[in-house]
């Protein structure tokens, strides 16, 4: 056998491994076009100049031009109840953000107070904006909506809030993707508007892998959110041998990105690594 040939016979041997990967995490068809958008999704919105949880106009248009077809953005409402993109404005928030703390003026927070705040200089939107600028403009862009932890009865706010500003339009709403935390969250949320799409934050403290599978099934939420610092091979090829796409958050590393990706990871959340430059599983 010549050199040639045992070339030849290695690549046609790797060629059939990845086609069984693949074929080995066939997903169901109620897994969110979300997944099928890229092996990347920009992190709040994007990062930018370095810096990331901006969920700010500049990030998103430079995210947009990069090519970036997938986005989470945080979700809050204002206390006269209007849906805006921030991780809130507590002094905690602020320090991780960049907007600059005042504690009397934020003891009630408007929409228009919020958008007269920048986030290290940067500007600030509300959802309305995110809809009418974004959402309609990029008709193939994919939006994950992660809404801050609410409790149940605050999320049902929220997504009235959500619901407002996008005119309940069926076009725009089904190109969300609503990450819910706990069963009491997606029950509160879907009474208020059944979303097309769904996804479980999973967190090993609150439910098994098992018990979270089980959830998924049941309530037919097609993906699950896994944090990149303790997610496995095994619990993510868990995941897809039961037909549940996985979003791996956050990292800027690529070799920890491809990482997730060949354990079978659908979409890595980050803040700078560009589209095309990682190899996924075909969905």
């Known amino acids: 056998m010549n050199l040639k040939t045992i070339i030849r016979h ?37 990062g930018y100049q370095g810096y990331s949880y901006l969920n700010c106009k500049e990030g998103l248009e430079e995210a947009i031009a990069n090519g970036y077809k997938a986005f989470e953005v945080d979700v809050t409402i204002t206390d006269d109840g209007y849906a805006v993109l921030s991780h809130g404005w507590s002094e905690k928030m602020c320090g991780r953000t960049g907007m600059e703390y005042k504690p009397e003026e934020f003891k009630e927070m408007t929409r228009d107070k919020f958008l007269a705040q920048t986030v290290r200089g940067y500007t600030t939107m509300d959802f309305e904006t995110l809809v009418e600028d974004y959402i309609k403009k990029y008709p193939d862009t994919y939006w994950e909506l992660d809404l801050q932890k609410h409790a149940p009865k605050d999320a049902k706010a929220l997504i009235e809030a959500v619901l407002k500003a996008a005119g309940r339009d069926e076009a725009v709403l089904d190109r969300l993707l609503i990450q819910v935390f706990s069963p009491e969250m997606h029950k509160a949320i879907h009474e208020v508007y059944p979303f097309k799409n769904y996804m479980c934050f999973y967190k090993k403290e609150n439910m098994s892998v098992k018990e979270a599978i089980s959830f998924c ?52 959340c980050t803040n700078k690594i560009l589209p095309g430059t990682l190899k996924g599983l075909s969905l």
Request: aromatic fraction near 8%.
């Open 10 to 46: 290695f690549r046609n041997k790797r060629k059939e491994s990845e086609s069984k990967r693949e074929s080995d995490f066939c997903l169901l068809s109620s897994v969110p076009d979300f997944f099928k958008a890229g092996e990347v999704l920009a992190h709040a919105g994007g």
């Open 217 to 268: 099934k049941e309530k037919n939420i097609g993906a699950v959110a896994l944090n990149r610092k303790f997610a496995t091979k095994e619990m993510i090829v868990d995941f897809r041998k039961n037909q549940i796409a996985v979003l791996a958050f956050t990292t800027d590393k690529k070799e920890k990105a491809q990482e997730l990706l060949d354990w079978g990871a659908s979409i890595i």
